[in-house]
């Protein structure tokens, strides 16, 4: 008779697994049914153990785990540190917890997220916690701020990868030299082969640049090189996911691929003086090279930039530059070649990503920044441009 009790319970909980993120599509019905049922078999169960004899009692210690979540009692004792990983479900952060012998069951979490709305705030990142907690005070920890190990530290959007390494380093003392041995095949940090595709017929070799996604991160106290690039790749790949980039720009840029839009979304990074420009710009860099542009080339000087920084010149305002830097040949990011560079000059963020994917309409072929906010006039002829200009040098920004 035992086996015709309701012992369902484990794969409700085991479905949660594919529920929202932090979160919970629907709570269960909160201590109406479920857990009336459960009292009910609970005591049918006592009354079918009461007539076996001596072993009633460790067959009903072994059965009651079927309908009692297995939980500790109180705040825990002594302390571990666990990591929550970027993009944990509920789920996924009770396993680690069970993991580290924090809780009890991994049940025993999920309940008590479930019943405490604030559980979808529960971040990524390190936790300081205690052992043997009951679910409900691992909870109440995770979301005490001073339990989270903040070890942050902010990537601006728009640095290269050799700043980025610079950065990374400063924090985390580990030599920019294993940053880059790390980054020199990014199909090894996460990068998938399909993202290395240009329909221009241009060869590609593929580079971090772009992928690392400027953010602010947690770093885990043994972090390598490697594993903090991964992180931010992972993170690439769940922002642009979240946007569906790849998919957008396939359907909506006629014959663009997302590299050659993620390209063109590092030179809006790079040129944009104000966020409300960079769709504006990255039409004008799509009209240039796909367009009716003479050249059918950039002609934008932070590509110059970018190769000087690549072999550790210093880089230059663009009054600054010579001719010789301008216009060197053996530059493969110069300004003359005809399409778009070899690899993306930057790491851009979301906002000039999504000025890429979905630029506004216009057939601007130039522009210029005409004042101090870093707001750009943009012009489709040179002598709407040379007004332009003149209103720039008006301002004193030129």
């Known amino acids: 008779m035992i086996e015709d009790l309701d012992l369902g319970f484990d794969e ?12 919970f599509a629907k709570k269960r019905n909160k ?5 009336g049922k459960t009292v009910l078999a609970l005591l049918l169960a006592l009354v079918l153990l009461g007539g076996i004899g001596g072993g009633a009692f460790y067959g009903f210690d072994r059965i009651q785990n079927y309908f009692v979540t297995p ?8 302390e571990v540190t666990v990591e929550i990983k970027q993009g944990a479900l509920i789920a996924d952060m009770a396993d680690a917890l069970h993991a580290a012998g924090v809780v009890k069951s991994p049940k025993a979490f999920i309940e008590a997220a479930a019943d405490n709305s ?11 916690l205690r052992k043997q907690m009951s679910g409900e005070s691992a909870v109440a920890a995770m979301l005490d701020l001073k339990n989270r190990i903040v070890n942050g530290l902010t990537i601006p959007e728009g640095r290269t990868a050799k700043n980025v390494y610079k950065l990374l380093s400063e924090q985390t003392k580990i030599p920019v ?6 980054a020199k095949d990014p199909l090894e940090l996460g990068v998938p082969d399909w993202w290395f595709k240009r329909t221009d017929g241009k060869k590609v070799k593929p580079s971090i640049e772009g992928f690392l996604y400027p953010d602010t991160y947690e770093i885990p106290p043994k972090a390598t090189a490697e594993s903090i690039l991964k992180l931010m790749v992972e993170n690439f790949l769940t922002v642009t996911g979240q946007m569906e ?5 396939q359907k909506e840029r006629g014959g663009i691929s997302p590299y050659e839009a993620l390209i063109v979304a590092s030179l809006a990074q790079a040129e944009a003086g104000n966020k409300d420009d960079l769709g504006k710009v990255a039409r004008v860099a799509y009209n240039r090279v796909f367009g009716e542009f003479p050249c059918n080339c950039l002609e934008m000087d932070v590509t110059v930039n970018y190769y000087l920084e690549l072999i550790g010149k210093p880089t230059k305002r663009s009054a600054d530059m010579t001719d010789a830097e301008l216009n060197d040949p053996k530059n493969p990011y110069n300004r003359k070649l005809r399409g778009l560079p070899p690899t993306p000059i930057n790491n851009p963020g979301k906002q000039a990503m999504e000025g890429a994917m979905d630029p ?5 072929l130039y522009f210029v920044a005409i004042d101090k906010e870093g707001h750009s006039a943009f012009a489709e002829t040179y002598p709407e441009h040379e007004r332009n200009m003149v209103k720039a040098r008006e301002a004193g920004i030129i």
């Open 31 to 35: 201590r109406s049914g479920g857990r």
């Open 118 to 128: 604030r559980s979808k705030n529960i971040q990524p990142g390190l936790y300081k």
């Open 12 to 23: 409700q909980e085991r479905g949660e697994k594919g529920r929202h993120r932090r979160g």
């Open 71 to 78: 939980d500790y009692d109180g705040a825990g004792t002594g």
């Open 177 to 182: 030299k294993e940053f880059e041995t790390a």
């Open 245 to 249: 980039f790849a998919d957008r720009v």
């Open 360 to 364: 506004p309409a216009g057939k601007w």
